[in-house]
């Protein structure tokens, strides 16, 4: 089978899910740090979503690991099946969290000008939050359109 990068048990592998969850955690951690974001429920979903993106990347993440130290292949059929459909899921619902929280701040900073009238509101930091959601949301991409090519090739 050809190597892939990104696959998992490999340092790309490992590499792509650190910075997976090394983007939704600064997502999280910025879109908390904001004052009021959980009187917004896109904001809210964001932050769930990047938690549970950031819980499934770790975890594999760690499977990289013990693959890498024992020396394991773990390039299973039953294995990338299950990573390819939790890619997906994940994928799906980082993706419509980053739009709808997108949605929200568009409207706010561009259309109402809210962000303008009412100072109190860190727009900024909403907007950087979801820009750190949508390259969390290209990895998670990435990383499944590599696991679906290797499911693909069994």
Known sequence: MKELIGSPGTVSGLTLRTTQC????AS??????????????AFCYLIASMGLQLLWSFGLACLDIYALRR????????????????????????????????????????????CRV???????????????????????????HVMFWILASF
Not at 22 to 25: K, Q, V
Not at 29 to 36: L, P
Not at 76 to 104: H, Q, R, T
């Open 22 to 25: 090394a983007f939704a955690a």
């Open 71 to 114: 020396k394991r292949d773990i390039q299973n059929p039953v294995l990338v099946s299950l990573f390819v459909v939790g890619d997906w899921v994940i994928a799906m619902l980082s993706l419509a969290a980053a739009c709808s929280s997108a949605g929200v701040i568009v409207l706010y900073a561009r259309d109402l000008d809210f």
């Open 28 to 41: 999280i951690g910025v879109m908390v740090s904001a004052t009021d974001f959980f009187n917004y429920t």
């Open 118 to 144: 009412h100072n109190h509101l860190p727009c900024r930091q909403f907007e950087i939050s979801i820009i750190l959601a949508f390259i969390t949301w290209v990895l998670i991409a990435m990383s499944s």
